[in-house]
């Protein structure tokens, strides 16, 4: 009978380890269909159930609507890739002048792990690409600071959006909701070089009839 040393060694040589697996990117950096701005609805979250919710987002008196959550590479019909290469740690300089975007620096360095190194850009390029993309779009007070608690359809959120912003395409956003039907994101979808346009089967959609929005406190 021969011996199963070798063979196993063989198989053991061929097979990549989890922590390689885990390493190799899912796509190379800027191999995408468009950009998909994020925008999570802070008084929503915040009264989700579990979860760490830090204070700089959820405090009393913070007075917060919609925040940046993130600019997202996507496929045309399929999530977009994460991941893409090796990231260093965002800079203080950048993320101090993202804090009144993305509340919280430890949203900031994820968010370039997970979706900015596969835009292509440099962490500052990339940074000043949310901030354009958030700068360019216009939420309606109604619903970006409602004074009380507000029932509103998913379509209705959609149309008051584009109704604010002319230049954009309706199509171009997208609402999401958490199960309970509390409001969780509105998605704003943008070319690879900012300009508007409707969003791909990617961008998903909330189907509930209506959705939910706590007052800002």
């Given amino acids: 009978m021969k011996p199963l040393v070798p063979i196993l060694a063989l198989l053991l040589m061929a097979e990549p380890?989890?922590?390689?697996?885990?390493?190799?990117?899912?796509?190379?950096?800027?191999?995408?269909?468009?950009?998909?701005?994020?925008l999570s609805y802070a008084p929503d979250f915040c009264a989700e159930p579990g979860g760490r919710k830090d204070a700089r987002e959820c405090g009393s008196g913070r007075h917060t609507g919609f925040v940046v959550h993130g600019l997202w590479p996507q496929g045309e019909d399929s999530r977009g890739p994460e991941r893409c290469a090796p990231a260093r740690p965002v800079s203080n300089t950048i993320v101090q002048s993202m804090l009144s975007y993305i509340p919280t620096p430890g949203l900031i360095q994820h968010e370039w792990t997970d979706h900015g190194t596969c835009s292509g850009l440099t962490t500052a390029d990339y940074f000043a690409a949310v901030r354009r993309a958030r700068d360019s779009v216009r939420i309606p007070p109604e619903v970006d600071q409602p004074s009380a608690p507000l029932q509103i359809s998913p379509d209705d959120v959609?149309?008051?959006?584009?109704?604010?912003?002319?230049?954009?395409?309706?199509?171009a956003f997208r609402t999401s909701c958490y199960r309970d039907g509390n409001l969780q994101e509105i998605r704003v979808c943008l070319a690879k070089d900012l300009s508007p346009r409707a969003c791909g089967r990617s961008a998903g959609e909330c189907r509930m009839a209506s959705v939910s929005l706590l007052p800002v406190r």
């Fill in 17 to 38: 380890t989890r922590a390689q697996r885990r390493s190799k990117p899912e796509s190379n950096p800027g191999d995408f269909s468009y950009y998909m701005l994020v």
């Fill in 158 to 171: 959609e149309n008051r959006l584009a109704a604010a912003n002319p230049n954009y395409p309706r199509a």
